[in-house]
């Protein structure tokens, strides 16, 4: 007996602030477990176990924040398990949770990401200084610049993809009524006469601070089976690792994303991702981000992702629409973004995205990298059992 | 932030170790439930919250720990009670409400059914007890937080306030509106070890050299060295001086000011690979206009006066144009 | 499902400081050497990684990302990580092998203690908004639940320094031990409070550590060693964090693992993670281990308190024992969090 069927039965999520000051950490986690739960049909006693990933611990200044969640995640009596793999935790969060259906242990399992940026400052966080280290570190935004400077470089792409980019993510995100940032008369001039942040990303380019969860529930085939209009089947998942830094790193096109990514395909029985995946959601914290990925990813040839940009074949209604909810773009909880791009893509198969539904889309990519873009994880849900 | 570097070893070649403080004051906000009981506080009053089974929760829960339900049946309890249990603290950490030697307590207020967990000015292990009475002594002035209790004390206390902890800051709010967020400053202390590689290094910078390692396995070299090569999980070992120039690979201007930053923008935050290097390490370049900076362009290290050197790469003030003719893109594009 | 076993364990020697960074390669990479030559494997042939750390132990944030680091992560491995002790990194793993996506996997735990203050450190694992503000430290809490059980007569500080003196006496034989010695429960008790009702006996030391256990698919083990140590269950649960509404002398999250583990007085050797004297009392009264069961016989945590290793620790000596040949039946606790919040419970026979 192997891998155990395992689908996803219901997803939730909080509407994304930059400060969501009316809720404590247990009450933005319960908003998006309510939703989750009620969106799934299941109540307490159907949930064997809850998995809990974010991504420092110094973000909320709470050590270990799972133990003092514990009540509101009723997981009292129940295993729980913290998961923290960087950036990419939301995604590997919900494979852990997975694992625990897969393996055949557990029936249904909650898995709930979060991050509430507005207790701290995740800039302050992520530049805390070690002794006899150089002061030239400035946040996510400082460390990714310069390898995006790298893929324009190396790729020759044209300097408004990355608005092209922005304007696309920001116009699905007014789509998207849980979504940070709702801008539907954003354009690409408009995002090219942002101010130059970390050169070359501009602010509009740049993902926002957001206070946000996401949850979902999974269940095995039986669960997966009883969901009205059908459950989101998890047909491949993927997590690959590689040093932050070593000699002769690309970092641009890192090793531990192409090899995820072919591992998935592997699995899922695809063979030419850009034909046979119908809608991405992909973690594109900074705009550029989205044409390095669709190469990483091996939608495109490398050096050729941002044509696929360019041609608006990524837009809702393009050939592959890429984060049609907003992606991290419109919303970034931290801990729960690569969660979000993973329920995204299975409530696109579910036929649940509403106003920024793909029509027809039956298999669906989900995935989150962290750390510097060193961690992966990812997976592909189908409409139809694997 | 201390990143100065100080030497606490006696041995001369021991790894290097310097004090990294991590500080920040939490903004917390509290939501309904304990929103609730943070505003009575402010008034001098407890509130605790009924649970499923009927027990009243001081301090309220906000989701029932038996069924995961949200509670909402407040009710106000007394701020005396009883000593449940306690242990003894006889010299108090930075930050805890009492200062001097105090007792932690699991105390049932009259007319809860749980224990809240606070500490009691006892003086002494022999004036504290289990079933013993304790009453709250509030702060001063109440703002509306946990430490609005100063702490609870018995019948035979000290006779006095004790000294406490400077009170948390509190959160700014409009006048006349409850209190929805609690500050709690979290400020710790670490001390922050470099690992034998990094230090042969630091002590290479503090004479001037720039000192990088072989990998045996792989013969990269690696500048600051390693405790282990990333790629082959050995340490780092042939040790080679490099020269304090080399190239830019790739670079950004960092226009963006936040908390804790340690430069004024606009920066250019470049990656420099040293000639015989083959990692690139982040510095700074300056020396001519952020946007002359180009990929591939010629740098050397300008360094700090002697007499300011010490164990860091901060005695190289920055990396600045050496004029020289760009670097091919061929020659460095595998370091990107 | 496939069975699991563990083929490998190694640790780093017990220290109250070692000069190794916070990433913990230092103490990482000497460790990794030695079970692949136990256990005749490569990084190569390991299927998947996970590893247990925490940030706030080394005051940083992504202070784990580092530690791959020591094991030479390129080209790219299959990788995952805990924020809890490595004991719950082994249950990721597990799952692994379990549905069949790997046949082999590499688990470790790192901490270095003494970078911070760890009693107060640890305050920051209780609720945030009413508590954590009053940084009640680790010491203060394991004394209240200390005393309920003394006052109620579960047990007394006689039986406490009891439990000290074996430790330290067992630790003799193990040579990663930070403390050990031929104490006597009087001699121990004599000596003065430190925290009133705790004694230094009662407490775990301060200690600087690492460990990693080698899993593999039960069929895969037999080539590996020649008495693999199976997994017959492993299960763990978790209390509600709220300290005033628990018995705080009893641990319902340890029974209950235990009972769905499979934990029972048949067992012949049981490693339990008690950072406290009373709270080992506490865990072997929840997992029903009668006098015939050895408790300890690593000296435990007591005498070597490895944050975030220390679980995986005792699931590496309740191993050892079955793969040196000792026992057939052997049980592993470890704990997490304020007072014996969350446990975990492994059960394993010789294969």
Known sequence: ?386 | MNAAATETSEAPEAPLSAPLNVGFDYTRSVGPVLGRFVNALRERRIVGVRGSDGRVHVPPVEYDPLTAQPLTEFTDVADEGTVVSWSWVAEPLDAQPVQRPFAWALIRLDGADTCLLHAVDAGSPDNIHTGMRVRARWADEPVGHIRDIACFTGPDSPAGPAPTAPPPPVAERAEGEPVSTVITPIHLRYLHSASPEESRYLRGLAEGKLIAQRCPACHKVYIPPRGACPTDGVPTTDEVELPDTGIVTTFCIVNVPFLGQRLTPPYVAAYILLDGADIPFLHLVLGCEASEVRMGMRVRAAWKPREQWSTTLENIGHFEPTGEPDAPYESYAHHL | MNDVAVVGFAQAPAVRRTHATTNGVEMLVPIFAEVFEQTGLSKTDIGFWCSGSSDYLAGRAFSFIAAVDAIGAFPPIHESHVEMDAAWALYEAWLKIRMGEVDTALVYGFGKSSAGQLRRVLALQLDPYVLAPLWPDSIGIAGLQARLGIEAGLWSEKDLAEVAARNRRDARDNPFAQLSGDVDAAALLDTPYVADPLRAHDIAPVTDGAAVVVLASAERARDIVERPAVITGIEHRVDSPALGTRDLTRSPSTEAAGRAAGADASVEIAELHAPFTHQELIVRDALGLGDGVRVNPSGGTLTGNPMFSAGLIRIGEAARQILAGNARRTLAHATSGPALQQNLVAVLEKG
């Open chain 1, 1 to 386: 007996m192997g891998k155990q069927r395992t689908a996803v039965l219901g997803t939730g999520q909080t509407h994304h602030r930059a400060k969501r000051t009316d809720v404590s950490m247990p009450g933005l986690l319960r908003e998006a477990v309510d939703r989750a739960m009620a969106d799934a049909q299941v109540d307490w006693p159907d949930i064997d176990a809850v998995v809990l990933g974010k991504a420092p611990d110094l973000f909320e200044g709470v050590m270990m924040p799972e133990l003092f969640l514990a009540d509101a995640l009723g997981a009292n009596g129940k295993p729980l398990l913290r998961v923290h793999t960087a950036g990419s935790v939301g995604g590997s969060t919900a494979l852990v949770a997975a694992s625990l259906v897969q393996a055949g242990v557990h029936r249904r399992v909650l898995t709930v990401a979060f991050e509430k940026q507005s207790e701290s400052n995740a800039m302050w966080a992520l530049s805390i200084l070690p002794p006899f280290q150089m002061p030239v570190g400035a946040g996510a935004g400082g460390y990714f610049a310069p390898h995006v400077r790298s893929y324009i470089r190396r790729s020759g792409a044209p300097e408004h993809v990355g608005a092209i980019v922005a304007a696309k993510d920001r116009r699905n995100g007014a789509l998207n009524p849980f979504a940070h940032l709702r801008q539907p008369d954003i354009t690409v001039e408009s995002v090219r006469a942002s101010q130059m942040l970390w050169d070359p990303i501009r602010y509009d380019e740049t993902c926002p601070s957001s206070d946000g969860a996401c949850a979902m529930v999974l269940g095995d085939e039986t669960a997966g089976d009883a969901v009205p209009g059908g459950a989101a089947w998890i047909h491949a998942t993927a997590m690959r690792t590689e040093p932050t830094t070593f000699a002769g790193r690309d970092q641009v096109n890192p090793q531990a994303g192409k090899d995820a990514a072919a591992a998935l395909w592997r699995e899922a029985g695809i063979t030419d991702p850009l034909s046979q995946v119908d809608t991405a959601e992909i973690y594109v914290p900074f705009s550029w981000f989205e044409p390095m990925w669709l190469e990483n990813l091996g939608f495109m040839p490398e050096g050729e992702g941002w044509k696929l940009t360019e041609a608006g074949e990524t837009a809702l209604g393009g050939r592959l629409p890429v984060n049609p909810s907003g992606g991290v773009l419109s919303s970034n909880p931290i801990g729960a973004s690569g969660m979000l791009r993973f329920s995204e893509a299975a409530k696109q198969v579910m036929g649940r995205a509403g106003d920024y539904q793909v029509d027809g889309a039956r298999t669906a990519l989900g995935h989150a990298y962290g750390g510097g873009s060193q961690f992966f994880a990812m997976w592909v849900v189908g409409a139809a059992k694997p």
